[in-house]
C-alpha cells in the first residue's frame, strides 16, 4: 500500500501536494507549450516518482490559463528601496525593519531573491550591517529571499568613484587581511557576503583575489580603471563579473580597452556582466552591443536605491545626499553624478528584450538562470527544474507579472 500524508503533515501549507496545469514553462533555454508544474515542500518535483512513492492526488489544482511561467526574477544588486537605504546605519531594529519592507515590496515586481548591496562605507558600518544581512529563505511571511550581501567597495579606484563617498576608499596594502579587518570577518562565524565589486588596479587586491574565492565570495570588478592586462588578470585569478557594466570603468579605447574588453578576450573564460537597463545608465544601442557580444553573460541589475518606488525628491545614497527627478534619474546633488537607479527588474527583462531584440527567453534568463550561475546556485534558483526551489511568476506575452510565488506559495502583489 502506497505512504499516504498524515493529517498533520497536509496542515503544513508547504507541504500540500500543488498541480499547475495549462501553462507555457520556461525551461531549458524554451518553452514548453501546456506542460504541468508539480510542487512540494516548496520544491519543484518528479510527480512519476512522486506518485509512485506516495500515490496521492494533488491538494491544489492551479489553472495558469496559458500565461508563462518562469523562475522567479533574481537582483543581485540593489543598494535599496522604499526609502530603506542598505548602507544607512539608523539601529538594528531600523535595518531589520527596512530588510522586510525591501523584500516584500519587490515581491511584486517578480523578484523572488535578491542581494543587498552597500555601498563604500567606514568599517564600522559593515560591522553592523553585515550580520543583518545574512541569507535568509524567502516565503510567505518573509517576501524574497535574501541570497547574502554585495559589497560594493572601499577597495575602489578614486578615478571611478561614482556615487561612493572618496574618504571611505582603501587600498589592500596588507592583502587579504586588509578585507578581514574591513569587512569585520573575523567577526563572523558565517560572514555574509555574497559577492565584492573591487578594482584590480587598486594596491593588493590582485594579491587577495585567491582567499577571497576561498572564502565563498563572488569577486566581480567595477569602479575601476584597469588596463585590458589587469582585467584579465583578474579573471585568471578568478574574478567572475563585471559590475555595472560602462558605468564607473575606463571608457572603451580602441589600443587598451580596459574592463570593457573582457567582453571580447579569447584565451581566457569571457565573465558575466551586470548592465542597468533603464535607458540612462547605458544607452541602448551599448545594451545591443554588449549582448551581441557575449549574450550568455548578461545579468539584468536594477541598482536601485533608497528612491524606488518613490515619487521625486532627495534621499540618500549610503551618507551621500541625492536627487531624484521626474524623469527617473538619480544624481549626487553636490555634482551632478548619477547616484544609482529607481528602475524594477521585471522593467529590466522588458528594456533588455526591446534594447537588444532578443528572445523572450533570453530577456527572462538574463535575470533568472545567469544571476544564479554566476552565485553557484543554478540547481535550486534561476530554473524550473525538478528539485529547484519553487521560486517562480506567471507572465503575460508582454512580460507582465501576473502572479508569484515563493516556496510554492502565492505572494499577493497588490
Known sequence: MPFQFSDKTRQNRNSRLIKIVNGRIVRDHTIINDDVLYI?????????????????????????????IAPGYIDMQINGAFGVDFSVWKGEKQMKEGLDKVAKGLVKYGCTSFVPTIVSSPKEIYHQVLPLLKPRKGNKDNGAEVLGVHVEGPFITPSQLGAHEESCLQTATNGFNDFIDIYGLHELKDHAIKI??????????????????NSGITVSIGHSSATISQAESAVEKGARCIT???????????????????LGTTHIARPFYGIICDGIHVHPNSVKIAYDSHPKGAILITDAMAAMGLPPGEYTLGGISVRKSGNEK??????????GSVISIDACVKNFKKFTGCSMIEAIEAATLHPAELLGIQNVKGTLNVGAD??????????????????GEEISIS
Open 40 to 68: 512540494y515542500d516548496g520544491k519543484i518535483i518528479d510527480p512519476q516518482k512522486h506518485f509512485f512513492t506516495c500515490g496521492n492526488s494533488p491538494d491544489v489544482v492551479i489553472n495558469a490559463k496559458g500565461l508563462l
Open 196 to 213: 565584492i565589486t573591487v578594482a584590480p588596479d587598486v594596491e593588493g587586491v590582485l594579491d587577495s583575489l585567491k582567499e577571497l574565492i
Open 330 to 339: 538619480v544624481e549626487v546633488i553636490d555634482n551632478g553624478k548619477l547616484a
Open 244 to 262: 555595472h557594466l560602462f558605468n564607473a570603468m575606463q571608457q572603451f579605447h580602441h589600443r587598451d580597452p580596459g574592463v570593457v574588453g573582457l
Open 390 to 407: 519553487a521560486d517562480f511568476v506567471f507572465l503575460d506575452d508582454d512580460l507582465n507579472v501576473v502572479k508569484c510565488f515563493i516556496a
